[in-house]
């Protein structure tokens, strides 16, 4: 009965959409093989992942969109959000009964937020146990604002998104997924150095413990405003990695 239903109501394929101040990426699965389609963006059109030209972002949509399917059908996606504009926050609370978990996150969650709460998006995802009774989780946060300008948009130009996350999560279930020989037990460091700038993780038990992004701009500054080269960015990312593994020991 279960597969006649889904023969006669089958389920969306569902694809993966990413904006960035850049360019504008989808990624679909279909019979186990990757379907890719992207559109450059022109300058301005998002800075540090705020929409700033509503009308060009519809119509690079737009372009993105004939690629994929036919005119006016809905494109049903995940999306992801630029990195520069959500907050994540690992956190420790008290081992508490199943069906209080969710209000102590939330309790947890408003108190650490980095914005405020009333004007922000925010959940969590249990990673593990530590000693002492207590569990561990990572909260993510981002401006509802900023969320929401993109929801609009991406309904006017018919794509309909049903999660929104951000860079490092999916990063983290590309790597679980299809990673050779990722042990559980072993923690990992991972750098991923995409076109808008450079995100470091702290990978731990098949889950993200901790996500660090900084635009290539940003790091342009750091260094005075000179022109980036391949010698100051090897010294930023190292700069970088060793205060993540500060981090690290610090907490485990």
Do not use: C
């Amino acid at each position: 009965m279960a597969s006649l239903l889904r023969y006669i109501n089958p389920a969306p394929s569902i694809g993966g959409l990413e904006v960035s101040d850049l360019a504008l990426r989808y990624l679909i699965l279909e019979d186990g093989k990757p379907k890719q389609a992207s559109v450059q963006l022109p300058p301005g059109v998002i800075v540090d992942g705020k929409i700033t030209d509503r009308e060009k972002l519809i119509a690079s949509l737009g372009s993105l969109h004939r690629q994929i399917a036919k005119p006016k059908k809905i494109i049903h996606a995940v999306l992801i959000m630029p990195a520069s504009v959500v907050y994540t926050q690992f956190f420790s609370m008290p081992q508490v009964a199943e069906k209080n978990l969710k209000e102590t996150a939330q309790l947890n969650l408003k108190m650490i937020s980095p914005i405020d709460p009333s004007q922000a998006y925010f959940d969590y995802q249990l990673i593990g146990e530590a000693k002492g009774g207590q569990v561990e989780a990572l909260g993510a946060f981002i401006s509802n604002k900023d969320v929401d300008d993109f929801l609009v948009v991406l309904r006017e130009s018919n794509f309909d998104a049903i999660a929104v996350e951000f860079t490092g999560l999916s990063l983290m279930r590309l790597i679980k997924e299809y990673s050779a020989d990722l042990r559980a037990d072993v923690p990992y460091l991972v750098m991923h150095l995409a076109a808008d700038g450079p995100d470091i993780l702290i990978v731990k038990s098949g889950h993200l413990y901790f996500s660090y992004f900084h635009s290539w701009a940003a790091i342009q500054n750091e260094i005075g405003g000179r022109k980036l080269e391949a010698g100051s960015v090897l010294e930023f990312m190292m700069n970088q990695a060793k205060q993540v593994l500060n981090f690290y020991t610090s907490k485990w």
